[in-house]
């Protein structure tokens, strides 16, 4: 039932720095897992990224490399992102899954995130 909107891709040199937004509407985000995916030209559809918003802990995934960091304020939900890379080329979606019939133990797989954003176009070119 929660709608998302992307937004704040761009083109940016190596080296630089984006940051990318993600507006939630039609629910609040207080007991979401919401991730950042991302799906470069040709490769598979990839997790990078994702906040609980039940308790705010955050996850990364190795491929950002610790140069990426998630935060949650209300219903908006960022993705900063720094010392870009050629290969982060890609469009950028985020996802949320209600955490309402999850535990502390048992979170949705990145298969289970059903609410989706159009996707944001970030290049990395000099």
């Known amino acids: 039932q929660v709608q998302l909107v992307e937004s704040g891709g761009s083109v940016v040199q190596p080296g630089g720095s984006l940051r990318l937004s993600c507006a939630a509407s039609?629910?609040?985000?207080?007991?979401?897992?919401v991730a950042w995916f991302r799906q470069a030209p040709g490769k598979e559809r990839e997790e990078i990224s994702r906040?609980?918003?039940?308790?705010?802990s955050t996850y990364y995934y190795d491929s950002v490399g610790g140069r990426f960091s998630i935060s949650r304020d209300r219903n908006m939900v960022y993705l900063q992102m720094r010392s870009l890379r050629p290969e982060d080329t890609a469009v950028y979606y985020c996802a949320a899954e209600s955490l309402k019939y999850y535990s502390d133990t048992y979170s949705p797989d990145s298969t289970d995130f059903t609410s989706w954003g159009q996707g944001t176009q970030v290049t990395v070119s000099s």
């Open positions: 906040i609980n918003t039940r308790d705010g």
């Open positions: 039609g629910s609040t985000l207080d007991n979401y897992a």
